[in-house]
């Protein structure tokens, strides 16, 4: 309870901060790809929300998508490392952003059961979010291969390693997500692979020195043919992967538009602070256009 209690404050805190990112970043251009940006807000607390890695502007996003790439054409397991953790240089702070994090301090990553859903891990069906379909699980890696933890059912992983920060408080890393095999039942081959579809995680985030953790997070990760990455796909594994990119829309809209807390939610604590809505998304996919 008190996590939870200390979550509702640090969104709060989040959202009171999230104007000043909708000014920094409002002349974005749609299509960005965003990483997790993390943050002091300058009273110390360690604030959650978005980057666009390829301008590096700051954003008021909390949903992230992820893609994991494996083979659709047979039972298979997908991995991705995306998003990643990011936070600015001291030397190279944006408008709107307080404060750098500490340097040398370390990053972690709490996966929580998603207080909506009720799950920790849970898959797409169309119109919500769900149990997954084989007891899927997802692994969190470091970056050299190192098993932090599992997430599946009602499960939470504590404490997954992200990442150190340099001694000028910057970082970029990307932990390793591994979708993994589905528990077989009974007489079934041993290796029957993860569910293709679109997966849910949902987490907070820990830095070493600052308050925390911080306010939510949602992953929203599809699978992919890894043939994408190649440019070599077939017709049947491009039709796969279009299909897949356009339920990826289709959830994360649903997951802005009913999971993530509106200003005027219960999640907003009394104290006179100045609280500035979410801005519209800005991101469109081009399948959903």
């Not at 538009?257 to 081009?286: D, I, K, Y």
Request: include cysteine.
């Amino acid at each position: 309870m008190q996590k939870l209690n200390r979550i509702k404050s640090l969104w709060a805190l989040a959202l009171a901060s999230s104007a000043a990112l909708i000014a920094a970043g409002s002349a974005q251009a749609s299509g960005g790809h965003f990483d997790v940006l993390l943050y002091d807000d300058g009273l110390g607390n360690v604030v959650a929300a978005g980057v666009d890695v390829d301008t590096t502007t700051p954003e008021d996003e909390v949903v992230f998508e992820g893609e994991l790439f494996g083979d659709s054409t047979g039972p298979s397991n997908y991995s991705g490392d995306e998003p990643g953790f990011f936070s600015f240089a001291n030397t190279a702070i944006p408008g709107g952003i307080p404060a750098t994090l500490p340097g040398n301090a370390a990053v972690t990553a709490d996966f929580l059961v998603e207080p909506t859903v009720g799950l920790s891990l849970s898959y797409w069906t169309g119109t919500g979010f769900g149990a997954t379909p084989n007891n899927e699980t997802l692994t969190f890696w470091d970056g050299v291969g190192t098993v932090y933890g599992e997430a599946f059912g009602t499960n939470t992983v504590i404490g997954v390693a992200v990442g150190t920060t340099g001694a000028d408080g910057g970082m970029d890393d990307h932990p390793v997500y591994s979708l993994d095999d589905a528990v077989p039942s009974p007489g079934a081959p041993a290796d029957i692979g993860a569910t293709p579809g679109v997966y849910l995680a949902y987490g907070v985030a820990n830095v070493a020195g600052l308050n925390g953790p911080s306010n939510p997070f949602w992953f929203v990760l599809g699978t992919l043919d890894g043939c994408e990455e190649f440019n070599n796909c077939s017709t049947a594994q491009e039709d796969f992967n279009e299909d897949i990119e356009t339920d990826i829309g289709l959830a994360i809209a649903y997951v802005e538009s009913n999971l993530v807390p509106e200003p005027s939610t219960a999640w907003l604590m009394a104290g006179g602070l100045l609280l500035a809505s979410r801005g519209a998304r800005r991101r469109q996919r081009a399948s959903l256009a």
